[in-house]
């Protein structure tokens, strides 16, 4: 059974960091690309970021480009987000998410979701 | 990176069909095949529907069916259950190298 269990997530002052981080279990993990999501509380969903298998591409949404960084350890099964000069529109629950086509960096359908980590950036 | 247009709000009552829609541009509906869709109930995670346009995956019924032309996506359940009552996101691969949500449209059974 896939599983992803995301970390990290809590209460921020604006301007600080915060480290998030997902476990993955249950499918090989450095078969597949993996994503950020992020959803504000009562609002729809936003892609955040996404890194292939071998770290070789990633990619970024304008509004977090520059602050955040995306990585991942194939060995540890674990993908991170670094979130860096935090503001109180990147409050949202943030998800961690396994793409459907796995040994392909193609585009791909998000197709398991963790339950998310809250990050609330507040003062 | 602009939300892709979706309706607020579809509605229907049990067995009828309904279509939601998806409008992009040339550089991220139009562009590519590479448009999903994903059902949410309240308080769960989002769940993966269709992909690549029209690709169900493993256990995703088939009363879900997507389609393309154009600029437009459109997700059409068929025989409308109360259990399809949720929220509804279109997303797609953009010639960015990044990806886009819709709005979100909220199906109500009847």
């Known amino acids: 059974e896939v599983q992803l269990v995301e970390s990290g997530g809590g209460w921020v002052q604006p301007g600080r960091s915060l480290r998030l981080s997902c476990v993955a279990s249950?499918?090989?993990?450095?078969?597949?690309?993996m994503h950020w999501v992020r959803q504000a509380p009562g609002k729809g969903l936003e892609w955040v970021s996404s890194i292939n298998w071998n770290s070789g591409s990633i990619g970024y949404a304008d509004s977090v480009e520059g602050r955040f960084t995306i990585s991942r350890d194939n060995a540890k099964n674990s993908l991170y987000l670094q979130m860096n000069s935090l503001r109180a529109e990147d409050t949202a629950m943030y998800y961690c998410?396994?793409?459907?086509?796995?040994?392909?960096?193609?585009?791909?359908?998000?197709?398991?979701w963790g339950q998310g980590t809250m990050v609330t950036v507040s003062s | 990176q602009s939300a892709l247009t979706q309706p607020a709000s579809v509605s229907g009552s049990p067995g009828q069909s309904i279509t939601i829609s998806c409008t992009g541009t040339?550089?991220?509906?139009?562009?590519?095949?590479?448009v999903s869709w994903y059902q949410q109930h309240p308080g769960k995670a989002p769940k993966l529907m269709i992909c690549?346009?029209?690709y169900r995956p493993s256990g995703v019924s088939s009363r879900f069916s997507g389609s393309k032309a154009g600029n437009t996506a459109s997700l059409t359940i068929s025989g409308l259950q109360a259990e399809d009552e949720a929220d509804y996101y279109c997303?797609?691969?953009?010639?960015?190298?990044?990806?886009?949500f819709g709005s979100g449209t909220k199906v109500t059974v009847l």
């Open positions: 998410v396994k793409v459907h086509w796995g040994s392909t960096s193609r585009p791909n359908g998000l197709h398991m």
């Open positions: 690549d346009v029209s």
């Open positions: 040339y550089s991220d509906v139009g562009a590519h095949n590479y």
């Open positions: 249950g499918f090989t993990f450095d078969d597949y690309a």
């Open positions: 997303s797609s691969y953009t010639s960015t190298n990044s990806y886009v």
